[in-house]
């Protein structure tokens, strides 16, 4: 049996990308919980036959305007 993917935590803005997306939240705590999930999520998709290219889902970048991006698959 397959396992489910976990949903993220909202988010103020999304940029989508070839091979990733980019989530990005207000607090740190949350970019945190949405690193989780997306660890998880890369793991489905990974033993399915997808790749992430050279970024990494749950990579926290922290922006200049104190907002927090978080890499996902």
């Given at each position: 049996m397959r396992e489910s993917r976990k949903q993220y935590p909202p988010h103020t803005r999304l940029e989508v990308g070839n091979k990733v997306s980019w989530l990005t939240f207000e607090t740190r705590e949350l970019a945190e919980d949405a690193a989780i999930?997306?660890?998880?999520?890369?793991?489905?998709?990974?033993?399915?036959?997808?790749d992430f290219g050279y970024l990494c889902p749950g990579d926290i970048t922290k922006n200049d305007d104190g907002t927090f991006t978080v890499v996902t698959p």
């Amino acid at each position: 049996m397959r396992e489910s993917r976990k949903q993220y935590p909202p988010h103020t803005r999304l940029e989508v990308g070839n091979k990733v997306s980019w989530l990005t939240f207000e607090t740190r705590e949350l970019a945190e919980d949405a690193a989780i999930a997306a660890r998880h999520n890369a793991e489905i998709d990974w033993s399915l036959g997808y790749d992430f290219g050279y970024l990494c889902p749950g990579d926290i970048t922290k922006n200049d305007d104190g907002t927090f991006t978080v890499v996902t698959p």
